[in-house]
């Protein structure tokens, strides 16, 4: 079964770092764009960016550049969303999901890491 | 490309026939134009991609049309686990890849 594991709810304070997990399974995780999608509480879904863990090649929203980081490790089928300063406004959910390859949609979602940034 | 989804809410009962519209900023090239459904406190799920491929194991009550800027998401005789929000999003042009802002199907 293909899945997107990802990493535990996070609260951390104004200013700190973090970074959280999406780890695939079932299929070859270096072959396939992962995604990731920012859901604010009560909001909609916006794309953040896509990385292609094959070669790390990595496309950022322009509302995003320079605000997160994405990356991968092909080795442990691992994908990451780092900050290096949070702020109160980047509490929210954070999916990943898997692009199928033939198109850029996205077939495989995780079920989320909620982020909490408060003083 | 900017995506503009309506009604924001659609009131309805089960058994009924929703119909939901995208409309984009400009053309969607190869029609790629996906639809997702978000139950509450749930990941978002794929219905729809290339605006009228059900994804695998969605049943055939979702059907989706359309090409250019107008695209529709129908669901015919709403099941109670139809109530939910539904989002499109397009992929035809560079990233960034944007969602629409959702609409709310409700009983």
Redesign the interface.
């Known amino acids: 079964e293909v899945q997107l594991v990802q990493s535990g709810a996070e609260v951390k304070k104004p200013g700190d770092s973090l970074r959280i997990s999406c780890k695939g399974s079932g299929y070859t995780f270096s072959t396939y764009w992962i995604a990731w999608?920012r859901q604010m509480p009560g909001q909609?879904?916006?794309?953040m960016?896509?990385i292609y863990p094959g070669d790390s090649d990595t496309?950022y929203?322009?509302?995003f550049k320079g605000q997160v980081t994405i990356s991968a490790d092909e080795s442990t089928s691992t994908a990451y969303l780092q900050w290096s300063s949070l702020k109160a406004s980047d509490s929210a959910m954070y999916?990943c999901?898997r692009l199928p390859g033939y198109?850029?949609?996205?077939?495989v979602?995780?079920?989320?890491t909620t982020v909490t940034v408060s003083s | 490309i900017v995506l503009t989804q309506s009604p924001a809410t659609l009131s309805l009962s089960p058994g009924d026939r929703a119909t939901l519209s995208c409309r984009a900023s400009e053309s969607i090239t190869g029609r790629?134009l996906?639809w997702?459904q978000?139950s509450p406190g749930q990941?978002?799920?794929?219905l729809i991609?290339?605006a009228s491929n059900r994804?695998t194991g969605i049943p055939d009550r979702f059907s989706g049309s359309g090409s250019g800027t107008a695209f529709t998401l129908t669901i015919t005789r709403l099941a109670p686990e139809d109530f939910a929000v539904y989002?499109c999003?397009q992929?035809g042009s560079s990233?960034?890849?944007?969602?629409?802002?959702?609409t709310k199907v409700e009983i």
């Open positions: 999608v909609g879904l916006e794309w960016g896509i496309t929203s322009p509302s999916y999901a198109q850029y949609h996205m077939d979602w995780g079920k989320g | 790629y996906a997702y978000q990941a978002p799920r794929l991609y290339a994804a989002y999003q992929y990233p960034p890849w944007t969602f629409g802002q959702g």
